[in-house]
């Protein structure tokens, strides 16, 4: 059996107790002014601070996440868009080549067109067939879109210059047969109107041929006594005509002549362009002096045709 418990006890100096006695004494004594309201209102903002930091990290760490998602998201758009942009490169390339060939093909075809179109038996077969005057409202669309994106210079031996040249020397060989003139004004004036308007449209100097074809077709529908009447009454079309003797090209000059001689030659329509008239016979004189012979065969001709006013009937 153990013994009674027994007390222990520590030995301390005087001295150390003294001492020890004297710091909790200065403890008790500063304690309270240190631990005041402000520390502890610090302790606890220091708190608040860390909580609201642990949370700015969760949220940094949320927003990395989202950060690395819409980057990835982002490298596969390029990537998609870099796809795309390869699709539409090779499509703008194909567009191209159909361009180019359909121009190719459409040259070739009109060319072929305009060389068989020369017999009256070819253009009776072209009239008689369903799609006749929308092959002609086509070719006018054709015609003056081509001139509406002219360029300065343009090299009429292009393949698209070819395809135009012949659709207007299809519409120039149609016009030189009577039906082909009765079908052309009762059924495309349209398309006489948009010859008229190409006229001064077509840059001074540049598209020769065309203009001398579109010249020659109505040249052709002025034989047509509905036709001559039309283009009598069309506002602008002598003042057109008047422009192009000013013209550097010798063909285009001859057949504006033509043309106009063809229009006054009728009495009537003589009166009614009479005034209009005036204002080309400078020019007309001027080719009756000057000029390459023909020019000047045709001025002279068309000078003493329109001599002096026309006799009211």
């Known amino acids: 059996m ?38 502890l209102e610090g302790v606890q903002r220091l708190e608040v601070a860390e909580s609201a930091l642990e949370e700015r990290e969760l949220d940094c760490e949320h927003i990395k996440a989202r950060l690395q998602a819409t980057q990835s998201e982002c490298l596969r ?18 567009s191209v080549q159909q361009v180019d060939f359909c121009t190719q093909m459409g040259s070739a075809l009109c060319t072929l067109l305009w060389g068989v179109s020369n017999r009256e038996e070819t253009v009776k077969i072209i009239l008689g067939m369903d799609k006749t005057a929308d092959f002609f409202i086509l070719a006018g669309q054709t015609v003056s879109s081509f001139v509406e994106t002219l360029v300065v210079n343009q090299d009429e031996d292009m393949e698209e210059s ?72 069309y506002t602008g079309l002598m003042s057109q005509l008047q ?49 390459n012979p023909e020019l000047q065969k045709m001025a002279a001709e068309l000078l003493e045709e329109v001599r002096g006013p026309p006799v009211e009937g």
């Open 162 to 233: 070819r395809f135009v040249l012949g659709l207007a020397g299809t519409i120039t060989n149609v016009a030189a047969v009577s039906c082909g003139r009765d079908f052309l004004m009762s059924s495309c004036r349209e398309l006489m109107e948009q010859w008229i308007q190409l006229l001064g449209k077509i840059r001074p100097g540049s598209c020769s041929r065309l203009r001398v074809l579109i010249l020659m077709s109505l040249y052709n529908v002025s034989i047509h006594r509905e036709g001559l009447l039309w283009m009598s009454r």
């Open 243 to 291: 422009q192009l003797l000013t013209d550097p090209d010798n063909e285009v000059c001859l057949h504006a002549l033509r043309l106009i001689q063809s229009l006054v030659l009728e009495p009537e329509v003589l009166r009614v362009l009479w005034e209009e008239l005036q204002q080309c016979l400078p020019h007309i004189q001027d080719f009756s002096l000057n000029g």
């Open 2 to 39: 153990s013994g009674p418990l027994e007390a222990e006890f520590l030995l301390v100096r005087r001295r150390d107790l003294e001492r020890l006695t004297t710091e909790v004494m200065q403890m008790k004594e500063f304690l309270p002014q240190i631990l005041n309201q402000d520390l």
């Open 77 to 94: 758009t390029k990537e998609e868009n870099l796809a795309l942009l390869l699709q539409v490169t090779e499509l703008r390339e194909q």
